[in-house]
């Protein structure tokens, strides 16, 4: 079992940064990846961003690539979410998930992870 919780969400402006980290606990937190995903009222869970805990190797939505930048520290069993530059079409809450290593998987999907949290909110506004 897997318990992942957030923290850093919060009000910011427009133009502005956050910081979400995402911290893994349990007899099987050490995982193959690691992802975002947010969803906003009425609209469905999307992907955000992934890393591979080993490897490092990171995956970004269209929507972010350039703006957010994903990072692992395995030591720590922790996934951080720099995000700057925010709008507010970025406003959500923020999930994090965690996953094993499956064949032929990219780890862009819902359908691919095993664990989630219960999510940081997230809302850019002037």
């Known amino acids: 079992q897997v318990h992942l919780v957030e923290s850093g969400g919060g009000l910011v402006q427009p133009g502005g940064s956050l910081r979400l980290s995402c911290e893994a606990s349990?007899?099987?937190?050490?995982?193959?990846?690691m992802g975002w995903f947010r969803q906003a009222p009425g609209k469905e869970r999307e992907f955000v961003a992934r890393?591979?805990?080993?490897?490092?190797?990171?995956l970004y939505a269209d929507s972010v690539r350039g703006r957010f930048t994903i990072s692992r520290d395995n030591a720590e069993k922790r996934v951080d979410l720099q995000m700057n530059s925010l709008k507010p079409e970025d406003t959500a809450r923020y999930f994090c998930?965690?996953?094993?290593?499956?064949?032929?998987?990219?780890?862009?999907?819902?359908?691919?992870?095993?664990?989630w949290g219960q999510g940081t909110q997230v809302t850019v506004s002037s």
């Open positions: 349990g007899r099987d937190a050490n995982g193959y990846a």
């Open positions: 998930a965690q996953t094993r290593y499956k064949s032929g998987a990219i780890y862009t999907v819902r359908d691919d992870y095993d664990y």
């Open positions: 890393i591979t805990m080993f490897s490092g190797t990171a």
